[in-house]
């Protein structure tokens, strides 16, 4: 069965870093995926972060968080990684990773993907 599980999260001061992982199980990351991290605080909407393709590489992200994090995957371990820096308090989230197995462009909406993992705590304090 396809598994994704999120792992790193934690308690961080603002300005600080942190680096989540997202552990694929059941497929291979070295075909034409886009794997996708989300975060949802509580009373938002949950919302698109970035996103790379398993295969090519490319990568997108919200504008809210562009120049601070960056993805990143390792497809011998069939891992996606998002470091975090310069965490700011409004970062503070449950953490999600997400998989889709067809490309589309719309990658911030949380409804074209296929598997999500149960996600990881981000709290920033300040």
């Known amino acids: 069965e396809v598994q994704l599980v999120e792992s790193g999260g934690g308690l961080v001061q603002a300005g600080g870093s942190l680096r989540l992982s997202c552990a694929a199980s059941?497929?291979?990351?070295?075909?034409?995926?886009?794997i996708g991290w989300f975060r949802q605080a509580p009373g938002k909407e949950r919302e698109g972060v970035s996103c790379?393709?398993?295969?090519?590489?490319?990568?997108s992200y919200a504008p809210s968080v562009k120049g601070r994090f960056t993805i990143s995957r390792d497809n011998a371990k069939n891992t996606v990684y998002l470091q975090m820096n310069s965490l700011k308090p409004e970062d503070t989230a449950v953490y999600y990773c997400?998989?889709?197995?067809?490309?589309?462009?719309?990658?911030?909406?949380?409804?074209?993907?296929?598997?999500w993992g149960q996600g990881t705590q981000v709290t920033v304090s300040s």
């Open positions: 059941g497929f291979r990351f070295d075909n034409d995926y886009a």
């Open positions: 790379i393709g398993s295969s090519d590489g490319i990568t």
């Open positions: 997400a998989a889709r197995s067809t490309y589309v462009n719309s990658w911030w909406r949380p409804i074209i993907y296929d598997y």
